[in-house]
């Protein structure tokens, strides 16, 4: 790989870095009640915004296959999965704690290539996912208020089931986009969540309450900070689209290793410069989430088993 597809694969976990800190602050200072909802929506029906722009680029998009197009249907449907499993954790715990435990992707997806292909996992390989596995064992660990110790299955639980989501829509993405291309994947990627969303308004009482409720009792410059939000995703999403496709899936996901440590270094920046939006201390349990950053960074470093 190439500096400038290195440097090009780091784009997205950056800008996922920023949102990931962002929706901390929405959800613990303006989005209190029903803010998972509320997201959910937002970030539904804002995907809008990349369908005009894709358009322009690739008049060709409607003349996508429609069995592709129900991929990218499904695609768009395990985005939300996976957006909703990442928000129900972060509602909970802080965002480093969170984001440590997508680095189980590359693992969930080696597991499922030796499964369903029948693909070998070499010994490096598998010694790197138990580096990984030990990493998110290592966030799983906490304190209750009393002292004793806990485990967050909540977190652990939500947080597998986005990595299961995040592994398959990235391997279904790149097979739509080798034989489309990455803009009209993008399309009707955005296009299935933007309907998506409409269905969870129209259908979905509590989150429509919640959502109407955010728009009328929060201040402009909030939605403002929700729309800026959610065009950093957008535009993370068309990085790793392209990422996606000029190097492989694994390798992609790798890179991916990164987003802990620029979700680490921000809450730091946060914690020390902007007290007022911090999403977690800069001591709460540094340590042990370093320890862990290491663990699972090294991990899927080796599972591309470079050797």
């Excluded at 929405?26 to 997201?39: D, H, M, P, R, W």
């Excluded at 030796?114 to 660990?141: D, F, H, R, S």
Aim: proline share 3%; hydrophobic share 60%; aromatic share 14%.
């Amino acid at each position: 790989m190439t500096l400038l597809l290195f440097f090009g694969a780091l784009v997205a976990p950056f800008l996922y870095a920023i949102t990931n800190h962002v929706d901390k602050i929405l959800l613990q200072n303006y989005f209190k009640e029903g803010g998972v909802g509320t997201l959910i929506i937002f970030s539904s029906l804002l995907s809008f915004i990349a369908i005009p722009v894709v358009l322009f680029v690739d008049p060709t998009v409607l003349q996508t296959d429609w069995f592709n197009i129900a991929i990218l249907t499904v695609v768009g449907a395990m985005n939300l999965i996976l957006l909703w499993c990442y928000l129900q954790a972060l509602n909970a715990d802080e965002p480093t704690v969170v984001i440590i435990f997508y680095q189980l992707v590359p693992v969930l997806g080696l597991i499922l290539g030796y499964l369903v292909l029948g693909e070998m996992i070499t010994l490096m390989q598998g010694v790197a996912m138990a580096l990984i596995i030990v990493g998110a064992c290592i966030m799983t660990l906490a304190s209750d208020e009393d002292g004793k110790l806990t485990i967050r299955l909540r977190t652990l639980g939500y947080m597998v089931i986005a990595s299961l989501c995040w592994a398959g829509e990235s391997t279904l993405f790149k097979k739509v986009a080798l034989e489309e291309n990455v803009w009209r994947s993008f399309f009707w990627e955005s296009l299935s969540m933007v309907v998506i969303g409409i269905i969870l308004f129209l259908f979905v009482r509590r989150y429509r309450q919640s959502f109407l409720k955010a728009l009328k009792v929060n201040s402009k410059p909030i939605l403002g900070l929700n729309v800026f939000n959610e065009s950093v995703y957008i535009t993370g999403n068309m990085a790793a689209s392209f990422m996606v496709v000029l190097i492989p899936v694994a390798l992609n996901l790798l890179m991916n290793s990164f987003q802990p440590i620029f979700v680490f270094v921000i809450g730091l920046v946060l914690a020390w410069f902007i007290p007022n939006y911090a999403t977690e201390t800069a001591r709460s349990r540094w340590k042990q989430k370093l320890l862990a950053i290491v663990f699972t960074g090294l991990g899927a470093y080796f599972i591309g088993d470079w050797w």
